[in-house]
């Protein structure tokens, strides 16, 4: 059954519904420039509604700044980007936790730098961001990886099927193709990806 990851979770309600309707996992964001950014004890009071996966979206924490916010908001894993991003993700397998490693996807997908035991999370590059910016690449570019990978960058319920099909991917992730503005998920659009996808 292919992984659901709801990410940029900011709202109680949003929370419990993705519990309700079966997601996998879902990301709370920690990043100051991201339209969705709470802080971390935001995120562990969140994380306490829901019972599956729990990641925390970084930009450019060292590794022992990660794993101090990780512990504090509660995590299962973490999804580390920008500076330091190899070293964090390192860090963070060594204390045990899950690791959606970020890959940036022009046009050529290369992962030489995923470490080993990271789930690589695959996103469209956009020069000045990192990630989130709800932008497809093209998903034929990922089909034939040999290893489990997540597609996020522009799903929504209408195109999250073909996304599967194309790249076969292991997981999926969702951001803003669920949402009424950001960091306010629309519940049935939030419904609506999940059945796509199962």
């Not at 309707?21 to 829901?50: K, N």
Request: proline share 6%.
């Amino acid at each position: 059954m292919t992984w659901v990851k709801l990410c940029g979770m900011t709202r109680d309600d949003d929370v419990g519904l993705a519990a309700e309707i079966g997601a996998d996992a879902v990301g709370f964001v920690i990043a100051p420039d991201s339209p969705r950014c709470i802080d971390s004890a935001t995120a562990a009071r969140l994380g306490e509604l829901f019972s599956g996966s729990r990641y925390l979206v970084t930009v450019d924490l060292d590794p022992q700044a990660l794993l101090v916010q990780a512990e504090s908001a509660g995590v299962t894993g973490v999804q580390p980007h920008g500076r330091h991003s190899v070293d964090a993700a390192r860090a963070a397998r060594a204390a045990g936790l899950d690791v959606l490693f970020p890959v940036p996807v022009g046009d050529s997908l290369d992962l030489g730098l995923v470490p080993v035991g990271s789930t690589p999370i695959l996103d469209t590059a956009v020069a000045g961001h990192h990630g989130g910016v709800g932008r497809r690449f093209d998903w034929s570019l990922a089909a034939g990886v040999d290893t489990d990978f997540v597609v996020a960058g522009g799903l929504d319920p209408d195109n999250v099927g073909d996304a599967l099909t194309i790249s076969g991917a292991w997981g999926v992730d969702v951001a803003s193709g669920v949402e009424k503005e950001p960091g306010v998920k629309d519940p049935e659009a939030m419904r609506r990806f999940v059945e796509a996808v199962r």
